[in-house]
C-alpha cells in the first residue's frame, strides 16, 4: 500500500530513507497516534507530537510537511498493519486453519494497538475524511481477492454456505470490539486483552463462534487429531 501521508523530501527518497530517518519517521508515527488518540485530530498539535518523538518542529516538518500529512501517515500505516494478516489468507490452505490464524493475528494487533484501532474507529465515524481513497482502493481491492478465496472453500465444499464478505465483516467487527469498547469490556468482565488468560480465552471463544458459523471447529478439534 502506498504511504500517502509522509511529505519525506526528495533528496532523502533517492536509494530510500536511511536507518535514521526511518527510525525518526518511526517515531513521528507512534508519538502522532498518542496524540490525535488523545486528543483528536482537531485537539492535536505538531508541537505535542514534536515533543513526544524528542524532536525539534523544524525536524518534524522535515518528513512531514503538516499536522494533516502526519494524520494522514498515522491512518495509512494503521491501515497497513490491520489489513497485513488479511493478505496470508491462503486459497489452499486449510479453512479452519486458515481463518483461526487471521483470527489470531487480529486479537493481537486489538491488544497491542488499542489506540491504533480507536482512532482508526473514530476517523471511520466521521466519514474517512482522511483515507477514504484508500479504504476506495487498496481495500476494497484486498478484500475482493479474499472474498474469491473464501468463495473458493464454498465451491470445493469445504465451508458451508456463506456471504464472504460479511464473514469478514464479522470477524472484523468481533475482534477489533475488544479494543475500541476495551473500556466496557473491562466493567463488565474485570479484565481486556492485557490480561493474557482473558486473551487466550477471547481468541478461542471468537474463533470458535466464526467457524461454528461456517461449519467447521476449531483446527484441534478436528477428527484427525481429536
Not at 23 to 43: C, H, M, P, Q, V
Not at 56 to 78: D, G, P, Q
Not at 129 to 137: A, F, K, S, V, Y
Not at 183 to 205: P, Y
Request: charged letters at 25%; proline letters at 4%; zero cysteines.
Amino acid at each position: 500500500m502506498a504511504d500517502v501521508g509522509g511529505q519525506v523530501p526528495a533528496s532523502s527518497r533517492v536509494g530510500g530513507m536511511s536507518r535514521i530517518q526511518e527510525k525518526n519517521r518511526t517515531l513521528i508515527l507512534d508519538a502522532a497516534l498518542k496524540e490525535f488518540s488523545r486528543y483528536g485530530f482537531s485537539g492535536a498539535t505538531v508541537e505535542r507530537i514534536a515533543a513526544e518523538a524528542g524532536m525539534s518542529k523544524s525536524n518534524l516538518l522535515y518528513y512531514f510537511s503538516s499536522k494533516e500529512a502526519i494524520y494522514t501517515a498515522a491512518l495509512a500505516h494503521i491501515l497497513d498493519v490491520w489489513l497485513a494478516p488479511l493478505k496470508t489468507l491462503d486459497r489452499d490452505g486449510d479453512p479452519a486453519t486458515e481463518l483461526a490464524a487471521y483470527i489470531r493475528q487480529k486479537i493481537e494487533i486489538s491488544a497491542n494497538f488499542p489506540e491504533a484501532s480507536r482512532l482508526f474507529a473514530n476517523e471511520v465515524m466521521q466519514g474517512a475524511p482522511q483515507i477514504l481513497p484508500i479504504l476506495e482502493t487498496d481495500l476494497r481491492r484486498l478484500v475482493a481477492e479474499k472474498v474469491a478465496v473464501i468463495e473458493s472453500w464454498i465451491a470445493d465444499g469445504k465451508i458451508s454456505k456463506t456471504e464472504p464478505l460479511h464473514l469478514i465483516f464479522s470477524i472484523w467487527a468481533t475482534t477489533q470490539h475488544y479494543a475500541d469498547f476495551a473500556v466496557q469490556i473491562r466493567a463488565l468482565t474485570g479484565h481486556d486483552l492485557s490480561d493474557e488468560d482473558f486473551k487466550r480465552e477471547t481468541e478461542r471463544a471468537v474463533t470458535q463462534q466464526i467457524l461454528a458459523s461456517i461449519g467447521l471447529r476449531l483446527p484441534e478439534e478436528t477428527p484427525e487429531t481429536a
